[in-house]
C-alpha cells in the first residue's frame, strides 16, 4: 500500500502551482457569485486576472477575529457561506461564538490526508478522543477516517475510565485528540492494570506537542505526529514520518504575511498565515487570516511529499497591547510604516519603568541615509495617539519571531 495518499502529494512543482492557480480562480469567481460577503469586498475583481502571489495579495484579508461580529451584525455566518442553510449538513459552535458550516463532501475538513500520513490504513480501529459536542473536531477525524476506512470509537472527552476499559476490549490502532489526553490515557492505562498497548499511531491537535512531550507520549509506545487545523478551514498542514517541518495540505493556498497587513514577508520570515481555500464550495475563505504566526521552510520534505513545507504554529499574530490607557496594534504599526518607504523592517518594544510605560519603534532601513527617527515618532504618535520614541538599529538585527509589537513590561 502506498506511502502517498494519493498523487497530488508528489506532483511535480509546476504543475502544482498551474492546478492550484486554476483552482484558486474558480474559488474567488465562484466566491463571488454566491457569497453576499465575498461579493461585495471582491466587487470589481477579475477572477480571471489572477495568476501571482502579488496579484492574489491585492485582495482583502478577512480576518479569523472579525468573524464573531461579522456573525451578530450578519447571522449565522456574516454572508460568508456560498449555499443556502437548507444545504448543510451540520452547523458547528466554537468559542467566540463562531459557527461553521459543513458540508456533504466526504472528508469535508481533507484531514484523511494528515491521517493516512500517520499511518493509519483501512480497516484500523481509530479512538476518536475530541469533543463530538457542538465544535467540529470530533466530526472533522470521525470524517476522515471513515474516508480511509476506519471505523470509529467516539470517544469524546472525558470519562477517561471508561475510555481506558474500551482500548482495553476493543484493542484500537489509533487515536485522534489532544496530546495531553493521550499521555493522560496511557499513563493511566499502565497504573490502572488496563492494556492500551494496541494504540501504536496517533495523530493529535488543539494544543502544542513540545519535544518533551512528544518523547513522552513516543515512550509510552505509541508513534505521534501532529496536525495543524482550524474549524473554519479545515487542514492547512501536517506532520509525516519525517517530522521535518509540516507540510501544506493540496487544498489550500498558504500565504504568510506581515501581521497587522495583507503584505507577504520575504520567505523564511515568521508572519501571520493566511489561507484561502482551493475546494470548499459551502464555505470559500479568501485570504482567511488565522491570527497564527509561522514561516515558510525551503526546500521539499525528504519524505517524498513535494508541496510546500511550513515550521508549524509559532504563536499568535494578535499582538495588540495597551500603552498608556490606549490599545496599540500591528495594524497601526503598519500605518506608521507605510509613511515612511525607508523603512525594511519596524519593531515595537514596550517597557515600563516605575509604573509609567514608554514604547520605541526600532527601525531596520532598506539602506543609509538621513536619520529618519524624529518623524517617524511623530507618525507613530499622530497615529496611535501615544508618544514614543523611534531607533535605528542594523540591518538583520530583529528578531524573526514575527512579532510586531513585543510586550516586554514585568509587573512585581
Same mark, same amino acid.
Given at each position: ?136 473536531? =470530533?466530526?472533522? #477525524? /470521525? ?5 480511509? +476506512?476506519? @471505523? *470509529?470509537? $467516539? &470517544?469524546? %472527552? !472525558? ?91 493540496? =487544498?489550500?493556498? #498558504? /500565504? ?5 497587513? +495583507?503584505? @507577504? *514577508?520575504? $520567505? &523564511?520570515? %515568521? !508572519? ?141
Amino acid at each position: 500500500m502506498s506511502d502517498f495518499y494519493d498523487a497530488l502529494e508528489t506532483r511535480d512543482h509546476e504543475l502544482r502551482v498551474a492546478e492550484q492557480w486554476h483552482a484558486l480562480r474558480a474559488q474567488v469567481a465562484h466566491a463571488q457569485a454566491h457569497s453576499a460577503y465575498f461579493g461585495e469586498i471582491l466587487a470589481g475583481v477579475d477572477a480571471a486576472a489572477l495568476k501571482s502571489a502579488a496579484d492574489l495579495a491585492q485582495l482583502p484579508v478577512t480576518r479569523k477575529s472579525d468573524l464573531a461580529a461579522r456573525q451578530k451584525a450578519r447571522p449565522p455566518f456574516g454572508g460568508l457561506e456560498a449555499v443556502a442553510h437548507a444545504k448543510l449538513k451540520h452547523v458547528f459552535q466554537s468559542p467566540g461564538p463562531i459557527y461553521e458550516p459543513d458540508g456533504y463532501e466526504r472528508d469535508h475538513w481533507r484531514f484523511a490526508r494528515a491521517m493516512w500520513a500517520a499511518g493509519l490504513r483501512p480497516g484500523d480501529l481509530v479512538l476518536n478522543c475530541f469533543s463530538y459536542h457542538l465544535t467540529p473536531a =470530533g466530526m472533522l #477525524v /470521525e470524517s476522515a477516517a471513515h474516508a480511509i +476506512g476506519c @471505523p *470509529v470509537i $467516539p &470517544g469524546g %472527552v !472525558g470519562n477517561t475510565e471508561l475510555q481506558l476499559q474500551a482500548v482495553h476490549d476493543l484493542k484500537p490502532v489509533a487515536y485522534g485528540g489532544t496530546p495531553s489526553f493521550l499521555r493522560i490515557l496511557l499513563q493511566k492505562g499502565r497504573e490502572a492494570g488496563l492494556d492500551t498497548s494496541s494504540l501504536k499511531k496517533a495523530l493529535v491537535g488543539g494544543e502544542a506537542l513540545p519535544p518533551s512531550l512528544r518523547k513522552e507520549i513516543n515512550d509510552l509506545g505509541c508513534f505521534v505526529l501532529q496536525n495543524y487545523g482550524t474549524a473554519d478551514l479545515g487542514l492547512i498542514a501536517y506532520e509525516s514520518p519525517a517530522m521535518e517541518g509540516m507540510i501544506l495540505d493540496e =487544498g489550500v493556498w #498558504v /500565504e504568510i504575511v506581515r501581521p497587522g497587513t +495583507g503584505d @507577504p *514577508v520575504a $520567505p &523564511g520570515e %515568521v !508572519g501571520e498565515v493566511v489561507v484561502t481555500s482551493l475546494t470548499n464550495r459551502e464555505y470559500p475563505l479568501i485570504r482567511f487570516a488565522t491570527g497564527d504566526l509561522s514561516a515558510i521552510l525551503p526546500g521539499a520534505s525528504p519524505c517524498g511529499r513535494s508541496n510546500t513545507r511550513i515550521k508549524g504554529w509559532m504563536g499568535r499574530a494578535d499582538q495588540t497591547t495597551k500603552v498608556k490607557g490606549m490599545f496599540v496594534t500591528p495594524g497601526q504599526i503598519a500605518q506608521v510604516v507605510a509613511r515612511h518607504p525607508e523603512i525594511a523592517k519596524a519593531r515595537l518594544e514596550v517597557t515600563s519603568s516605575n509604573n509609567t510605560d514608554a514604547m520605541v519603534l526600532k527601525l531596520e532601513l532598506k539602506g543609509s541615509g538621513a536619520d529618519i527617527t524624529a518623524a517617524v515618532a511623530e507618525s507613530l504618535q499622530a497615529i496611535c495617539k501615544v508618544r514614543g520614541n523611534a531607533e535605528l538599529v542594523a540591518s538583520g538585527s530583529l528578531p524573526n519571531d514575527g512579532k510586531v509589537i513585543a510586550d516586554l513590561r514585568t509587573y512585581q
